[in-house]
């Protein structure tokens, strides 16, 4: 029998790689999802896998489940987490998450490092990999005595180019309403020393081109508190530190209107939890005098505004793409955000032989100890198997793998604290540790995953 037992929640899109190595080290796999169909379907041809049905917020139920296994992998919305974390502590037994630590998740620290547990984060691609080879560029300049001036690091997991042809030139290759909601979140950067401060509503309007690859159209915006990482990265000399995301163009303009006008409110609304249509449903959240598209189209006028007639009939003509000017009826929800999720998620999945793309990019500006300056890019361009092949997409690869070596690290090596002492018994919620870079970079790679280094000096 396993001598391992792992507990792994979530059926969504990046869970099968980590399945799989967790499977081939030969550790027994509880596959937790709400519905026992999905926990089958992701468990189907993996020797170890069990499926299960569970609930998380059942937290009789998720007690249960933890302590039955040694670790836990919570690869459900962030907004679980501290709900899973909780349960962990009561267990004592060990979590893993790809997600950024939470405000909810940072409040449970102390009673993390009391049960004696370790609960390792942001260990998948953005965040996870993106830490690996920043921190070992900003420590390689450091070492040979330059400086890093400026530091960006802009992501994007998008469908391929040739997949994209859809009014947000964007596809779903993870959570839906993680997705939308990581678009009302307000950022925070250093620019030219300064500290600069973008409201979640305002976040879209800031989006600009950024240049990769001359065949890629992207625009870039900041994510999230970018601050920080002076200190975590230790680059106390930069003078511009941002952390954003990558889309296509047309798609920043496009979720500025859906902000405006009230589609990603998480905001509990009676008549969103009926079978209305759709044209019903978006009279009543914009407000409109009546459900005919010419007044719904005014309203949306009235609360949002356009750049140019062009652009106007472009994002209109998106809206009516989605069908929210419809007689098709809604999938209720109960709230604006996540009855848009249904709809958007029916749109917008990968079809058959369709492919993702995931776009990593860090560009430094490196001031050498001669005073010479230095933009060096490290670049990684992964483009997953088509739909339906029974391979990886580039987001499961990239988020998956890690995870799954993560995993590995906490079975087979002591941990250390957060002071730096050796204690295989107990740790604080940390992101991905110094120890476990070389483990990932080296399995990372042996599964095909690579970036590429450019320097240009001047």
């Known amino acids: 029998m396993p001598s391992q037992r792992v507990l792994m929640l979530g059926s969504g899109f990046v869970t099968r790689p980590t399945l799989d190595i967790l499977s081939d080290a030969g550790i027994e796999v509880s596959v937790a999802c709400r519905t026992l169909e999905s926990a089958k379907k992701l468990s189907e041809g993996v020797k170890l896998a069990k499926p299960i049905s569970l609930n998380v917020t059942d937290e009789k139920a998720l007690d249960a489940a933890v302590a039955q296994h040694d670790l836990v992998i919570s690869l459900i919305p962030y907004t679980f987490h501290a709900t899973v974390i909780k349960s962990a502590i009561r267990n004592k037994k060990h979590v893993v998450t790809t997600s950024y ?18 609960v390792m984060n942001e260990i998948g691609l953005d965040p996870g ?4 080879y920043a921190v070992s560029t900003i420590e390689s300049v450091h070492k040979a005595g330059g400086k890093i001036i400026s530091f960006l690091s802009y992501c994007g997991g998008l469908p391929a180019p040739e997949d994209s042809g859809n009014p947000l030139g964007y596809k779903f290759s993870w959570s839906s309403r993680g997705v939308l909601l990581a678009l009302r979140n307000a950022a925070s950067f250093y620019q030219g020393g300064k500290v600069v401060n973008i409201a979640g509503p305002d976040l879209m309007a800031t989006a600009k081109p950024y240049h990769i690859y001359p065949g890629f159209a992207f625009v870039a915006y900041p994510n999230r508190d970018s601050t920080i990482y002076k200190e975590r990265y230790n680059i106390p000399e930069a003078e511009t530190i ?3 995301t990558l889309r296509y163009d047309g798609f920043p303009e496009f979720v500025k209107v859906l902000v405006d006008i009230g589609f990603l409110s998480d905001e509990e609304q009676s008549f969103l939890k009926e079978p209305i249509t759709w044209k019903e449903a978006t009279q009543k959240i914009l407000q409109a005098s009546s459900s005919s598209e010419k007044d719904l189209s005014g309203a949306i006028s009235s609360k949002t505004t356009f750049k140019n007639s062009d652009m106007e009939n472009q994002l209109m003509a998106g809206l009516k793409w989605i069908g929210i000017f419809s007689d098709a009826k809604i999938t209720p929800k109960g709230n604006p955000l996540d009855t848009l999720c249904s709809t958007l998620e029916e749109k917008m999945q990968y079809e058959e032989g369709e492919r993702d793309l995931v776009m990593l990019q860090h560009k430094f500006e490196i001031e050498h100890n001669d005073g010479r300056r230095e933009t060096k890019t490290s670049t990684l361009c992964e483009c997953g198997a088509p739909t339906g092949s029974g391979s990886y997409s580039a987001m499961a690869k990239l988020v998956g793998v890690p995870c799954g070596v993560g995993k590995s690290f906490l079975f087979k090596e002591p941990f250390r604290r957060c002071d730096g002492s050796q204690d295989t018994e107990a740790d604080c919620i940390i992101s991905v ?12 790679l042996s599964r095909g995953l690579t970036l ?4 240009y000096s001047r």
């Open 101 to 118: 630590i939470s405000p909810a998740m940072r409040e449970l620290e102390q009673q993390v490092k009391d049960a004696g547990i370790t």
């Open 129 to 132: 990999i993106d830490h690996l």
């Open 242 to 244: 941002i952390r954003g």
């Open 433 to 444: 540790p110094p120890e476990l870079e070389q483990h990932l970079e080296i399995h990372s």
């Open 452 to 455: 590429i280094s450019t320097p």
